[in-house]
């Protein structure tokens, strides 16, 4: 086994480090360069539930707002103007893509109620996915609904999904339960193979002269990775479900840390934005020269030894 290599939903990395959705997992070109660069797997941009039934989904429009209300994003995501088009262009894209590249291609289902989406799930098996992301992503505002019905309503979704596809699945959480140790391990239970902390919300911010909510898209910044750390070490060791990382890596220490906390994966995306997709090489350089200077044989050796099982005062997490 390399020095780098991982697992992940039960397929083969070349490494821990991939490229979670975002508009450079959004064209086959660009899931290619990903690959050259060393990126050991991709997931797609994610194919919102309103988009299958066809509503107006105001995603685009969200995009490309809040592009504007950041000189930084406007910058850096070019590609907005064409991002995320719709259920055919999704299955057309797993299938050239599955065509042309080695690396897992990962698909993004992001669904909050069951319903024709779930066939979708199906098409996107059939369309050759090497997995499928469950996308958790949704605001509840409705003060009558309880945190128990929206968890039990989350874990019924995953149980249906896992019912419906055979292609390995994980499911990507937001950070905002009571508990999201218990919550992991609900989601765990329900069949979700992958956990993978956590969703980044768009955060509306307001115009406070026109008086308007504006909605805005800021690259991450690297101190959010740490919530994400303490997360994946507490549910290290206590599910069976491989633990991811997205949010805040952008550096191989980044990863270095993501893998101790006991993520089979560390996902990138504003770094590679930023950066450039050059940027994962570095990285991966970085990291081989971190493992052999620490003395570690392999990332697997190194994987959870931060964990909540693994260290030998858990109550410091
Ligand atoms: C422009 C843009 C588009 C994104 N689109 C999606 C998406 O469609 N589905 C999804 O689950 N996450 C999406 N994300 C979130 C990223 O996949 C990632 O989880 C998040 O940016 C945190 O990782 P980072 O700190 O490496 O950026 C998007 C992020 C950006 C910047």
């Given at each position: 086994m390399s020095l780098l290599e991982s697992r992940y939903l039960g397929l083969p990395l070349k490494s821990p480090l991939a490229a979670s959705s975002s508009p450079l997992t959004d064209s086959v070109d660009g899931i290619c360069r990903l690959e050259d660069h060393g990126l050991a797997a991709v997931v797609l941009p994610s194919l919102f539930e309103e988009q299958l039934e066809l509503e107006s989904v105001g995603l685009q429009a969200d995009l490309s707002r809040g592009s504007n209300g950041f000189a930084e994003a406007a910058s850096f995501l070019p590609?907005?103007?064409?991002?995320?088009?719709g259920p055919d262009h999704y299955l057309e894209l797993i299938r050239r893509a599955r065509e042309r590249v080695e690396i897992p291609v990962i698909a993004s289902l992001n669904g909050t109620s069951p319903g024709g989406w779930l066939d979708y799930a199906r098409l996107i098996e059939q369309a050759g996915a090497s997995a499928l992301e469950l996308n958790l992503y949704a605001i509840e505002t409705d003060p009558l609904r309880t945190g128990v019905e929206i968890e039990t309503r989350q874990r019924d979704m995953v149980r249906m999904v896992r019912e419906a596809v055979s292609v390995p699945l994980s499911v990507k959480l937001?950070?905002?339960?009571?508990?999201i140790a218990n919550v992991g391990c609900g989601l765990d239970d329900a069949g979700a193979q992958g956990l993978v902390m956590f969703n980044r919300f768009y955060q509306p911010d307001f115009?406070?002269?026109?008086?308007e909510v504006v909605n805005t898209l800021a690259l991450s910044h690297p101190s959010e990775l740490l919530v994400r750390l303490h997360w994946t070490a507490i549910l290290s060791g206590r599910v069976r479900a491989d633990l991811a990382i997205t949010g805040g890596v952008h550096e191989a220490e980044d990863v270095v840390k993501c893998v101790m906390a006991g993520a089979r994966v560390a996902f990138m995306a504003s770094a590679l934005l930023k950066h450039g997709t050059g940027h994962a090489r570095r990285v991966l350089a970085e990291l081989a020269d971190w493992l052999d200077e620490h003395e570690y044989a392999s990332v697997e050796q190194m994987?959870?030894?931060?964990g909540y099982t693994a260290v030998p005062n858990p109550a410091a997490f």
């Open positions: 590609e907005l103007a064409t991002y995320n088009l937001s950070p905002f339960y009571s508990s115009d406070i002269v026109e008086r994987c959870g030894c931060m």
